[in-house]
């Protein structure tokens, strides 16, 4: 008889993987590096959560804080996921797919610290080909210019689109864009 796999991030395959008790935790950890793939509590009754998902991966605390009471004024997502860098995105994601959440879309900076935004989405499509093949939309948002090889990443990322957040430090100029931002959102995933 085969032995279930599961696809572990650190190896970059489909693995075989232990189940552990710890910490009343149970854990399940690839065979080979030890990576845990999945940890639910033992007390918790593990449902899929109720409500609608939208990630945000921006190293901006003001930014990150805008956009999120935004998000939420708006109702574009009754659920919203803010993180620092690519790796902590990846990380919520990965939790988000496990337990089949309804994610609307993503928001991702180009230049993060530990993880940069290309690097993250490429992670993302990555995990979703392996769980569930549904592709989220993948929106970056970043001062970095758009050249010849990000456009050429978003048709391999596609869904995926960028918005120019400019490089102005005036938070007036900042919030327009943020709101252009999600008007563009709006119109092109929520019908609205």
Not at 26 to 37: D, V, Y
Not at 46 to 53: D, M, V
Request: hydrophobic letters at 40%; aromatic letters at 8%.
């Amino acid at each position: 008889m085969a032995q279930e796999k599961k696809y572990c991030l650190c190896c970059g395959e489909d693995v075989p993987y232990n189940t552990v008790i710890r910490n009343e935790r149970r854990e399940i950890t690839c065979a080979f590096c030890g990576f845990i793939l999945d940890a639910d509590k033992l007390w918790e009754v593990r449902k899929r959560p109720a409500g609608t998902y939208a990630l945000i991966a921006e190293d901006s605390k003001f930014t990150r804080t805008l956009l999120r009471e935004l998000i939420l004024k708006k109702s574009l997502s009754s659920e919203v996921m803010a993180v620092t860098n690519g790796l902590e995105l990846v990380s919520q994601y990965s939790k988000l797919l496990s337990h089949d959440a309804d994610v609307r879309f993503v928001i991702i900076d180009l230049n993060m610290p530990v993880m940069d935004g290309l690097t993250a989405a490429r992670t993302l499509r990555t995990l979703e080909e392996k769980r569930s093949g549904k592709k989220v939309p993948i929106v970056f948002f970043s001062a970095i210019k758009a050249d010849k090889n990000l456009k050429k990443q978003m048709e391999v990322l596609a869904p995926a689109h960028y918005v120019n957040k400019g490089a102005d430090s005036d938070t007036r100029e900042l919030a327009k864009r943020v709101e252009g931002l999600l008007k563009f959102i709006s119109q092109r995933y929520q019908g609205a």
